[in-house]
Nanobody, 123 residues
Framework: QVQLVESGGGSVQAGGSLRLSCAAS????????MGWFRQAEGKEREGVAG???????RYADSVKGRFTISRDNAENTLYLQMDSLKPEDSARYYC?????????????????WGQGTQVTVSS
């Protein structure tokens, strides 16, 4: 059974930092394209960052220079370091795994999803 379990969310003031983790089980995460998505209340789920099997990363324009995605293959874990947080970053954050090597940020291209972790940034 495949599980992606996010952790590390919470409440923080604008300008602060959080580090999200996504622990994978049932799959070898290094074989997958891994991504972070977020969904704010009343909005569609959007891609935030992705990392391919070789470590090449991709970011949404809204988080470039502030967020960093990384993976620890030995721990089968994905991370998202979020710095200089803004109120508009408030959302539920999900990690996802795609077998496709180039899934982009199309949610339908991802095979497995976690349950998410809430991030709230106050001004």
């Amino acid at each position: 059974q495949v599980q992606l379990v996010e952790s590390g969310g919470g409440s923080v003031q604008a300008g602060g930092s959080l580090r999200l983790s996504c622990a994978a089980s049932g799959i070898i995460a290094s074989y997958y394209y891994m991504g972070w998505f977020r969904q704010a209340e009343g909005k569609e789920r959007e891609g935030v960052a992705g990392i391919d099997r070789g470590g090449t990363t991709r970011y949404a324009d809204s988080v470039k220079g502030r967020f960093t995605i990384s993976r620890d293959n030995a721990e089968n874990t994905l991370y998202l370091q979020m710095d200089s947080l803004k109120p508009e970053d408030s959302a539920r954050y999900y990690c996802a795994a795609a077998w496709s090597p180039v899934p982009g940020f199309q949610t339908s291209n991802y095979n497995y999803w976690g349950q998410g972790t809430q991030v709230t940034v106050s001004s």
